[in-house]
Nanobody, 121 residues
Framework: QVQLAESGGGLVQAGGSLRLSCAASGSIFSIKKRGWYRQAPGKQRELVAT??????DYADSVKGRFTISGDNTKNTVYLQMNSLKREDTAVYYC????????????????WGQGTQVTVSP
């Protein structure tokens, strides 16, 4: 089993910054893909950013403002969010795709519990 612990959400004024963190633990052999998604009220969950093999990918709406990164030694993934806008308000979810140690060699897709980001005017 793989567990994810998220932190860093909160309330921030428009134009401000927040940094989200996500730590993965459990039966992890390696992390193949890391990502952040978000879900605003009344909307479907959408991709924010992913990073695979060190190569990031971003939704058009966050390009130039958000930066995703990961630390292989700590099994973590971060999302630095700058120049926040009101439309960035959402619950942000961490996602990792890992190769597990138990069961050996299994591909596992895991989600965090979500952290609220609220951007005020």
């Amino acid at each position: 089993q793989v567990q994810l612990a998220e932190s860093g959400g909160g309330l921030v004024q428009a134009g401000g910054s927040l940094r989200l963190s996500c730590a993965a633990s459990g039966s992890i052999f390696s992390i193949k893909k890391r990502g952040w998604y978000r879900q605003a009220p009344g909307k479907q969950r959408e991709l924010v950013a992913t990073i695979t093999g060190g190569v990031p990918d971003y939704a058009d709406s966050v390009k130039g403002r958000f930066t995703i990164s990961g630390d292989n030694t700590k099994n973590t993934v971060y999302l630095q969010m700058n120049s926040l806008k009101r439309e960035d308000t959402a619950v942000y979810y961490c996602n990792v795709v890992v190769i597990t140690t138990t069961p050996k060699g299994q591909l596992s897709n895991s989600w965090g519990q979500g952290t609220q980001v609220t951007v005020s005017p």
